[in-house]
C-alpha cells in the first residue's frame, strides 16, 4: 500500500506536500515562485487525453512549465519517450528530479522562459506540452509567439492544457484562426481527479 504521504495516478508515484523528503526541499531553501507547488488537475487531463491519442513511441518531447515534471514523466514511462522540461522557477528542479528518481524516469530539466527558446531549440523535439501554463496575459503572448516559433520549426504536435482561463482561451482562438490543425478540445475526468478543462491540440 502507499504511503500516507504519496499516491499513485496514471503510474507515478507523487509525493504529497508533507513527505519528509518534500519538507526537506523546503528547508534547504526550495520554496517554490511561480505557483510549482503542487501537481495540477490540467496534467491529469492531458495525460487521459495521450492515453486515446498516443505520442509515438520514442518521441523527442518537451514539457513547458514542468514544475515538478510529471506530464514529462507519464509522457517518458507511457510512451518511451525522451523528455527535456524548462520552468522559470529555479526553485521547482529539485522536486522534479526528486520525482524522476522515485519513478525510475531520465529526465533532464533546466530554468528558462518561454521566451528563451529559439526556432533552432524548438527544433530539437518532435512534441511540445503543457498543463496550467497559460495563467496571466504576458504567458500567452509568450505561447502564442513560442508556436508560431515551434510550427517554423517543424514540430509536429503541440498539446496545451487549460481548466479555460482568459489568456488560454485568447490563445486557443488565435491558434484555431492561424493553424489549419489546430482544435480545442473540451474534456473532463473523474479520476486520478475529478476536474474538467479545455485542451489546445495542434497537429
Same mark, same amino acid.
Given at each position: ?6 499516491? $499513485?495516478? @496514471? ?9 519528509? =523528503?518534500?519538507?526537506?526541499? =523546503? ?13 495540477? @488537475?490540467?496534467? /491529469? ?20 512549465? !514542468? ?6 514523466? /507519464? !509522457? ?26 522515485? @519513478? ?16 533552432? =531549440?524548438?527544433?530539437? /523535439? ?18 502564442? @509567439?513560442?508556436? $508560431?516559433?515551434? $510550427? ?15 489568456? /488560454? ?8 484562426? =492561424? ?11 473523474? $479520476? ?12
Amino acid at each position: 500500500m502507499p504511503a500516507p504521504t504519496q499516491r $499513485r495516478a @496514471n503510474g507515478l508515484t507523487i509525493l504529497s506536500s508533507s513527505d519528509p =523528503r518534500m519538507r526537506a526541499l =523546503r528547508r534547504a531553501g526550495h520554496v517554490a515562485e511561480i505557483h510549482g507547488n503542487k501537481a495540477w @488537475n490540467a496534467s /491529469f487531463l492531458l495525460m487521459e487525453h495521450l492515453k486515446r491519442h498516443p505520442l509515438p513511441e520514442g518521441s523527442r518531447v518537451l514539457e513547458l512549465g !514542468c514544475g515538478w515534471g510529471l506530464l514529462g514523466m /507519464f !509522457c517518458a514511462k507511457r510512451f518511451g519517450c525522451r523528455v527535456h522540461g524548462i520552468d522559470a522557477d529555479a526553485h521547482v528542479l529539485p522536486y522534479l528530479q526528486l520525482h524522476a528518481e522515485l @519513478n525510475g524516469v531520465p529526465l533532464t530539466a533546466e530554468r528558462r522562459r518561454f521566451d528563451q527558446l529559439t526556432t533552432a =531549440r524548438l527544433g530539437d /523535439f518532435d512534441a511540445i506540452v503543457g498543463a496550467d501554463i497559460c495563467f496571466w496575459d504576458t504567458l500567452g503572448r509568450d505561447l502564442w @509567439n513560442l508556436i $508560431r516559433r515551434a $510550427r517554423k520549426a517543424g514540430v509536429a504536435r503541440i498539446l496545451v492544457a487549460d481548466p479555460g482561463r482568459p489568456p /488560454f482561451t485568447e490563445l486557443a482562438e488565435r491558434c484555431e484562426a =492561424r493553424f489549419d490543425d489546430a482544435v480545442l478540445v473540451h474534456k473532463e475526468i473523474r $479520476r486520478p481527479v475529478q476536474t474538467w478543462g479545455q485542451i489546445l491540440s495542434i497537429g
